[in-house]
């Protein structure tokens, strides 16, 4: 495999150290920029129908921009994404609290010590990069001495693979995921609304206000959640439908048809616009598909300029608060339970 790491100054962290920014490059030109604060996935270049390069993912220019990020655009979110009823859990009889951020709940772990904010050791690897971080018992609310690693790896067939690898001396919670928006037109081309997706999920998690999962598993036909064949994001996304009232649109867990842990097919993303398709794949029981609902109008990299619905992602998971849900797969781990997990994006 002939893919070419070089890496650059990125600029400094909030406590003045240097971070770096690797770029992962095939023989055909894509390329994958991804930098140490924050696993974060900074660029993606992609051809289009026609051979031309642009970059498909919402970011900033430089780490400042990565230092504030409240859409958490690229980050890699841990140890526990997305939402934590009552910010509270209890393992083995112990109660743990977790930041309140989110209403009464707890959203990706923490808005300024999370993971996205921090900065990883980096290994270069033949055809990426492995981030690791190391988090203390009791970080942010958590237990368990914790140790996540993430790989990027790019390959020639326009693959962009995400490798987690976690394990922790306590019973905790594991539920990182990468929270990259897409824009199959390039990040500058405005509203994802006319992007068709597939979700290959027959079942979705219903929510209740502050959008927790009721627990409740329902069916997807017959109603505006399903995308079981390609349909344009846009089409029904201000229906007169509870589930997207409560939500602003679509930002909920799609349960994966056929989960098993095995590596396979969740989503197909496809602008006709450019001509771009993205296949994702994901060895995870769930995909939190989010339109983008709530991103607040700013500046972003190369003079863009974001707002609501500018992207879209497909964040691979274990379901929202899962951790109160006995029903729902585990996403506990901890001692001889260890965290793996794969999720590729796919261009064609």
């Known amino acids: 495999m002939s893919i070419s790491i070089t890496k650059r100054r990125f600029g400094t962290d909030g406590q003045g150290r240097e971070a770096t920014l690797y770029t992962l490059e095939n023989q055909s030109g894509m390329k994958a920029e991804v930098t140490d604060l924050g696993a974060i996935l900074v660029n993606l270049y992609v051809p289009d129908q026609d051979g031309r390069l642009e970059d498909v993912v919402l970011g900033f220019d430089s780490v400042e921009g990565y230092l504030e990020n409240g859409c958490f655009f690229g980050a890699t979110i841990g140890p526990s994404a997305n939402r934590i009823g009552g910010a509270s859990f209890a393992l083995d009889g112990v109660t743990y609290k977790v930041d309140v951020n989110d209403g009464p709940n707890n959203l990706h772990s923490h808005m300024e010590r999370g993971y996205h904010k921090l900065l990883w050791d980096a290994r270069e690897e033949e055809a990426g990069v492995t981030f690791t971080i190391r988090d203390a018992d009791g970080n942010m609310g958590f237990p368990g001495n914790k140790v996540l690693r993430l790989t990027y790896t790019l390959d020639e067939e326009n693959g962009l693979t995400l490798r987690y690898h976690g394990v922790s001396d306590k019973k905790t919670i594991l539920n990182p995921t990468n929270h990259t928006y897409f824009n199959l037109n390039g990040h500058k081309a405005g509203s994802i609304e006319g992007h068709q997706l597939q979700l290959i999920a027959s079942h979705y998690t219903p929510v209740v206000e502050g959008a927790i999962p009721t627990g409740e598993i329902a069916s997807v036909a017959g109603t505006v959640m399903d ?75 190369d003079g863009a300029f974001y707002e609501k619905r500018s992207g879209l992602c497909l964040e691979t998971q274990y379901y929202p608060d899962s951790i109160h849900r006995p029903e729902f797969p585990s996403c506990v781990f901890g001692g001889d339970r260890e965290y793996d997990s794969v999720t590729v994006y796919r261009f064609e």
């Open 227 to 301: 995308f079981t064949r390609p349909k344009t994001v846009g089409k029904e996304i201000r229906a007169d439908f509870e589930q997207l009232l409560l939500t602003q649109g679509y930002d909920h867990n799609w349960v994966v048809d056929g989960w098993d842990g095995s590596l396979r097919k969740i989503a197909v993303l496809t602008a006709s616009e450019s001509g771009r398709r993205m296949v994702a794949y994901s060895t995870l029981p769930g995909v939190q598909f989010y339109a983008g609902n709530c991103i607040t109008p700013q500046a972003g990299k």
